[in-house]
């Protein structure tokens, strides 16, 4: 590769966050310790793993790339040039053995009122990676909630009575704007891109002890909780043997599903417009980016790992190594979206 130019591919070392409602399918633990719920695979904290970055973190290098990484124009939309720069997203891993706090997370403006001047909003997307039979969600307010229903119901501890609930499966992607009440039920290991946020509110935690740092948070709740927002479950599409579909778009992000039968390739393309993040749910996928077969640079995921593609990298390559690759690709959608 031109030593001029920064690396296309990078790697993360992923953090795990340690949940009540968390299991063993993301890292075993002990018996007796708090399983794990969270796995942040790109984050802004993360750490690159190999590569002339080794060891540094993700939101240094933002700083230090800017829109080379980012993609153009993206620096300006997430907090200036510089070490204001934030990553724009976060991707996770989630897996539940219980049902997650009855929660919901502010837009843009009000997090910059109730948060900080230099905080984001939170919308985010799931996609369902396994769901045990039965598996649920909460996704919205039920249809014909009035706010002021919804309100007394947040006050009153009855949310679940005004709490919309569907069932979901394997290949499911459900849409969560900022304002939305949504929890996460049991049996389920999914996908979720988001803005770069931890601003969470906590409507309903199902009687667990406050005292265990989960406390409650009423009034925030009532004041960015929408009654006019209820998730609509988007099924699996139907893909040939090499192709990519759109399952959820925002201002914030895109996210597609991409299938590759074995021993086929996708041809891909940044546009040096946004970076893209890579995840795959099966198959080992082999990432290939540069200008020529000296300058080429190479990467193997299997199952749940992660890639970050910089946005400068334009024209590079998915190709399935090993069994039918499914991957979760997320990136940045045009301004005007």
Not at 213 to 227: D, K, M
Not at 247 to 264: N, S
Request: hydrophobic share 40%; aromatic share 6%; with cysteine.
């Amino acid at each position: 590769m031109n030593d001029s130019l920064p690396p296309f591919l990078y790697r993360l070392e992923a953090q795990y966050h340690a949940r009540v409602w968390g299991s063993q399918q993301l890292k075993r633990l002990p018996e007796d310790q708090t399983p794990i719920g969270e796995a942040w695979v790109i984050d802004e904290g993360n750490r690159i793993v190999g590569g002339p970055h080794e060891g540094r973190m993700l939101r240094d290098l933002v700083a230090e790339l800017g829109d080379t990484l980012l993609g153009q124009g993206v620096s300006q939309r997430c907090g200036g040039h510089g070490a204001g720069t934030r990553f724009p997203l976060l991707i996770k891993l989630l897996a539940s053995a219980e049902w997650l706090s009855v929660q919901v997370h502010p837009d843009d403006a009000q997090a910059r009122e109730l948060v900080g001047p230099d905080e984001f909003g939170k919308t985010e997307a799931w996609h369902i990676l396994e769901a045990q039979p039965g598996a649920r969600i909460l996704a919205g307010v039920r249809p014909g909630t009035s706010p002021q229903r919804l309100a007394a119901a947040i006050r009153g501890g009855s949310v679940m009575d005004v709490a919309e609930e569907t069932a979901v499966h394997s290949g499911d992607t459900v849409f969560i704007p900022a304002g939305t009440l949504h929890a996460l039920g049991p049996g389920l290991l999914l996908y979720e891109v988001q803005q770069t946020s931890d601003t969470t509110y906590r409507v309903y935690d199902w009687d667990r002890p406050e005292s265990d740092g989960r406390a409650l948070h009423i009034e925030q709740s009532v004041s960015v909780t929408r009654a006019d927002l209820c998730s609509e479950v988007l099924t699996f599409p139907r893909l040939g043997s090499a192709e990519a579909a759109t399952v959820a778009e925002c201002p914030y992000f895109r996210l597609e599903v991409v299938e590759i039968a074995e021993g086929e390739h996708l041809a891909a393309e940044t546009h040096n417009l946004s970076l893209h993040c890579l995840t795959v749910q099966r198959g080992e996928l082999e990432v290939l980016a540069g200008a020529g077969p000296a300058e080429t640079e190479r990467q193997i995921l299997g199952p749940l790992g992660s890639l970050l593609v910089s946005a400068h990298t334009g024209s590079y390559t998915l190709r399935a190594k090993k069994g039918d690759v499914r991957v979760l690709r997320s990136s940045l959608p045009p301004a005007e979206v």
